[in-house]
C-alpha cells in the first residue's frame, strides 16, 4: 500500500545517529554518495556496504521501516540489474538471439543493484534520524557562503525541507484517494499496462488539486505568521558540533581510506 511507504519521516528515538550534528549528517552523506560510485571491486562494495549496515543499526530503528522504503524502488532496482545484466561484455556464458549474459554483465548488475539499495538506505537513515526543521537549518549554514553572490540560501533550503516533509503527506493521500476510488467502483488492479495508467487518471487530478491547496494554505500560514525570509531571523535550538561529530568524520574518512586501498590493491581481482 502506498501508505506504508516510509521515505521522507521522521522517528525521534535516543541513538547516537540522532545526537550528530545535522551538518555532518549531509556531509557524510555527500561523501558516502561519491565513495560508493568508486568501488570497483567486491571488496571496496563490502566496506562501504557494512558502513552504511552500521549506521542503520546505530539508528535504533526498525528495520521494517528500512524495508519500507526500499518498497517504492523494487521495480527501479530490478529493471536497472536486468538492463545491465545483458550489457556485459566478454563470452556469453547464455545467449537467445541478440539476448546474452556474461560473467561482466553478472558484475555489473550486483554493483548496481549493491549500490542503490545502499544509496536509498543512506538516505533513508539521514531523512528518519533528522527533522525537517534541523535539514532546514543544516543545508542553510551549509549553503551560507553562497549568499556572498545573492544566492537565496534560505529560500532554497525551506523550499527542500518542506518537500521532504510533506512526501510521506501526500503519499497518504494518495491512498485515501485510492481507497475512495475503488469504493466507488474504481478496478485500479486489473487488465494490462495501458489500462492500469488510464485508471490512475481519476488519482492524479484530485492528488494535484489537494497538492495546490496544501501549498497554498502552508503560504497563507506563513503569511499570517509575518514569515519574511531568512532576513533577522533567530533559532530557538543551536546547532554545535561536538565530538561525536569528530568521530563520524574520522569514520567515514576511514572508509573513504579502505575504499582507495582496496581499489590499488585488488585492481585485477573483482
Known amino acids: 500500500m502506498v501508505r506504508d511507504v516510509a521515505f521522507g519521516q521522521y522517528f525521534p528515538t535516543k541513538s547516537v545517529i540522532h545526537r550528530l550534528d545535522p551538518r555532518a549528517k549531509i556531509l557524510i552523506f555527500i561523501a558516502y554518495i561519491v565513495i560508493i560510485f568508486c568501488t570497483f571491486n567486491y571488496a571496496a562494495l563490502a566496506v562501504t556496504s557494512a558502513f552504511a549496515l552500521l549506521f542503520l543499526a546505530l539508528s535504533k530503528i526498525s528495520p521494517k521501516f528500512y524495508f519500507k522504503s526500499l518498497k517504492v524502488i523494487i521495480f527501479i532496482v530490478i529493471f536497472t540489474s536486468l538492463l545491465n545484466l545483458f550489457y556485459g561484455s566478454g563470452d556469453p556464458l547464455w545467449q537467445w538471439g541478440i539476448l546474452s549474459i556474461t560473467w561482466n554483465g553478472i558484475h555489473r548488475a550486483i554493483f548496481v543493484t549493491v549500490r542503490i539499495i545502499c ?56 491512498d ?9 467502483g474504481a478496478d485500479l488492479e486489473s487488465g494490462g499496462l495501458i489500462k492500469r495508467v488510464k485508471a490512475l487518471i481519476p488519482i492524479l487530478i484530485p492528488l494535484f488539486v489537494s497538492a495546490f491547496r496544501r501549498a497554498y494554505d502552508v503560504a497563507t500560514a506563513m503569511e499570517c505568521r509575518c514569515y519574511r525570509g531568512g532576513a533577522g531571523r533567530t533559532r530557538m535550538k543551536q546547532i554545535h558540533m561536538a565530538k561525536r561529530d569528530v568521530f563520524s568524520f574520522i569514520a567515514i574518512a576511514l572508509v573513504i581510506g579502505g575504499v582507495i586501498v582496496c581499489n590499488i590493491l585488488l585492481t585485477h581481482v573483482i
Do not use: Y
Not at 128 to 143: G, N, Q, Y
Not at 150 to 155: A, S
Not at 162 to 173: D, G, I, S
Open 119 to 174: 544509496l536509498i538506505l543512506a538516505s533513508s537513515c539521514l531523512t528518519f534520524t533528522t527533522s525537517p526543521t534541523e535539514l532546514t537549518d543544516a543545508i542553510e549554514r551549509l549553503m551560507k557562503p553562497l549568499k556572498v553572490v545573492h544566492f537565496p540560501v534560505h529560500e532554497v533550503a525551506m523550499m527542500m525541507s518542506l518537500a521532504l516533509r510533506f512526501v510521506p503527506t501526500l503519499l497518504e493521500e494518495t
Open 176 to 184: 485515501k484517494i485510492m481507497q475512495a476510488q475503488k469504493a466507488r
